[in-house]
């Protein structure tokens, strides 16, 4: 397996620009999610979908962002209009079940915004 | 918060050297795991101890659990220059809703 795929691996945008960050678990992987890392805050979870379901969208900051999961093999995260304050490497991670494996992660899309 | 907290931040020690890292935590679990991180690269899954398990084994790891001080420890044994890297617990609370949390990691320099 070719392991959880995300892209683009970097991104520069300008501010008020629309961003979309794209995501591909693996396969049979019945739990996505998507995490945000900044030094600052360490590694937050922003959502988690179970079985292409969005469960927990608490962890979203604004209405600006938004995920979408129309099937298993695809999920993207969206943010519009994006803020330098976005700026952060955003991960997603896949696992078969959520509470007896541990999560596999992409390699992350490191978002700048200018 | 239910957030895991490792300690130390930042550890150095020579190849060969063994390395001791570990993590607090505030509430029940249902497990506790293990990632790494490597500069640049995204979080590899290290270990998953369950709540009612005391002490497991990976190679050179070794993982302890302590529930009653709500704590745990990640032992490397033998440390390689190639274990340089970020290490993060990440505590699953128990509850049906509860989320997969993560503290701010230890960074971990193995001097050849």
């Known amino acids: 397996d070719a392991g959880v795929i995300q892209s683009p691996r970097h991104e520069v945008t300008e501010m008020g620009q629309e961003v979309t960050l794209r995501c591909k678990p693996i396969?049979?992987?019945?739990?996505l999610f998507w995490y945000r890392q900044t030094m600052m805050r360490g590694l937050e979870l922003l959502i988690y979908?179970?079985?292409?379901?969005?469960?927990?969208d608490s962890g979203m900051p604004e209405d600006r962002f938004s995920a979408k999961m129309p099937n298993a093999s695809f999920s993207t995260l969206k943010i519009q209009p994006s803020e330098p304050r976005d700026s952060a490497v955003y991960f997603c991670?896949?696992?078969?079940?959520?509470?007896?494996?541990?999560?596999?992660f992409g390699s992350g899309t490191r978002l700048t915004v200018v | 918060s239910q957030q895991g907290e490792e300690d130390p931040q930042a550890l150095s020690i020579q190849e060969g050297e063994n390395a001791t890292m570990n993590c607090s935590y505030k509430t029940s679990i249902n497990n506790l795991q293990w990632y790494r991180q490597n500069s640049g690269r995204g979080l590899v899954h290290l270990i998953l101890i369950r709540s009612n398990e005391r002490e497991k084994h990976s190679g050179r790891l070794r993982v302890t659990l302590d529930t009653s001080k709500k704590s745990s420890s990640l032992l490397i044994t033998a440390s390689r220059a190639a274990d340089t890297a970020s290490y993060f617990c990440?505590?699953?609370?128990?509850?049906?809703?509860?989320?997969?949390?993560f503290g701010k990691g230890i960074t971990l320099s193995v001097r050849p």
């Open positions: 990440a505590t699953d609370a128990s509850g049906a809703n509860s989320k997969l949390t």
């Open positions: 396969s049979g992987h019945d739990y």
């Open positions: 991670a896949s696992t078969l079940t959520r509470r007896s494996y541990g999560y596999t």
């Open positions: 979908f179970n079985n292409n379901v969005p469960i927990d």
